[in-house]
T-cell receptor, first 116, second 113 residues
Framework: SAVISQKPSRDICQRGTSLTIQCQVD?????MFWYRQQPGQSLTLIAT?????????ESGFVIDKFPISRPNLTFSTLTVSNMSPEDSSIYLCSVAGQTGAFTEAFFGQGTRLTVV | GDSVTQMEGPVTLSEEAFLTINCTYT??????LFWYVQYPGEGLQLLLK?????DKGSNKGFEATYRKETTSFHLEKGSVQVSDSAVYFCALSPNNAGNMLTFGGGTRLMVKP
């Protein structure tokens, strides 16, 4: 299994500012994933972050708005830039870990962001 | 692209009632299928999984069978408890690695004593 720590757990931010969310994993992993869960909605994959290369963004998400860093195999950051109230969501970090013979996704507790 | 559709909630049941939460999917190839649960105030946890057609995933009394012919992965439990109150998400992964998940909209289950 994998234990994921996210910081901050929540924040209230002013529109137009940026927030960087940190994700720390207790083991080395090749791929890390960032998801967004908008209020009352499901999770949507933002991007896949591999160490040593540019993140791969899903349709509807761009690097200028959600820059991602992946400096090593246990850490990643997601920045929400130039925030607007529409960015109010829970942001979750995820990694794939081994459970027996199967690889499954593990999730952090999430960062609850409110933009005012 | 891939998509997952699950029944909208909330679903409200009395304790010991039978639960079904429907989930259907659209995907190319042979995805893996999952049910995740989010208890109040907690993070997302894997409940059960199935990686190929006709596989049955089971955990904590919950079951779901991967039905390729109907592209479905319905979640069932014979007798729910108050502690099962949570939001349940059906999801698929294009590979066997359980990552790059596509989630359904989530179904809130409320179980009353």
């Amino acid at each position: 299994s994998a234990v994921i720590s996210q910081k901050p757990s929540r924040d209230i931010c002013q529109r137009g500012t940026s927030l960087t969310i940190q994700c720390q994993v207790d083991s080395q992993v090749t791929m890390m994933f960032w998801y967004r869960q908008q209020p009352g909605q499901s999770l949507t994959l933002i991007a896949t972050a591999n160490q040593g290369s540019e993140a791969t963004y899903e349709s509807g998400f761009v690097i200028d708005k959600f820059p991602i860093s992946r400096p090593n195999l246990t850490f990643s950051t997601l920045t929400v830039s130039n925030m607007s109230p529409e960015d109010s969501s829970i942001y979750l970090c995820s990694v794939a870990g081994q459970t027996g013979a199967f690889t499954e996704a593990f999730f952090g507790q999430g960062t609850r962001l409110t933009v005012v | 692209g891939d998509s997952v559709t699950q029944m909208e909630g909330p679903v409200t049941l009395s304790e010991e009632a039978f639960l079904t939460i429907n989930c259907t999917y659209t995907a190319t190839g042979y995805p893996s299928l999952f049910w995740y649960v989010q208890y109040p105030g907690e993070g997302l946890q894997l409940l059960l999984k199935a990686t190929k057609a006709d596989d049955k995933g089971s955990n904590k009394g919950f079951e779901a069978t991967y039905r390729k012919e109907t592209t479905s992965f319905h979640l069932e439990k014979g007798s729910v408890q108050v502690s099962d109150s949570a939001v349940y998400f059906c999801a698929l992964s294009p590979n066997n690695a359980g990552n790059m998940l596509t989630f359904g909209g989530g179904t809130r289950l409320m179980v009353k004593p």
